[in-house]
């Protein structure tokens, strides 16, 4: 009897150091594995970079204000002329600035159209308005067949915020632009001159 339980404890004992060192040997294999793995990413790295720079380009979305400008009349020849109206924002706060377009008279249905330099597909257009905003009633892009699409309109309302921007986002829109054109109609509310200090053009080059 004593003889079956020292060779049952002999057994245990062997079958613990068999699991002993296989477990040890799992422990090896997995360092070695986490050895291998650290440096697996440098690796996969190194070959993402060209792939990376293989895709096809894609357009880069810009930003411009407008190079140049017409309008349907301007209260002055410099001063509060189109050409007020182009260039980043530079009309430093809301009030009758000579560094916004305004139309000869303050009562009037009038027009301005802004000349970009780059062609886009555009994503957005903002107008920066310092001076009784929104009388801004009809805006289109025009693409470069000179044709117009109308993007925003509605009625003269009146916006206590000033300056005020108009933002108009636009999703799919498929031409190329190069200008755009805004309406304003101050005959309606009769709060006089809604003066454009700048009008900025963001879009997908092409
Ligand atoms: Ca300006």
Sequence with gaps: MKRQVAATILVLALVT???GQASKVITDVSETLEATTVEAPEESKATAKPA???KP???DSISQWAISAVASSEYGASDWSAMQATGAPDTPECGDQVT???SAES???EWIELTYDTPVRPTEVNIFQTYNPSQVVKVELIDTESTYHEIYAREPELIEECPYVISIPMVDFDYIVTGIRITIDQSVLEIGWNEIDA???VGVAE
Excluded: D, F
């Design 17 to 19: 150091l068999a699991c």
């Design 52 to 54: 990376a720079t293989a």
């Design 57 to 59: 380009p894609r357009g």
């Design 100 to 102: 916004a377009w305004a």
């Design 107 to 109: 009562n009037t249905v």
């Design 199 to 201: 009008v900025e053009l």
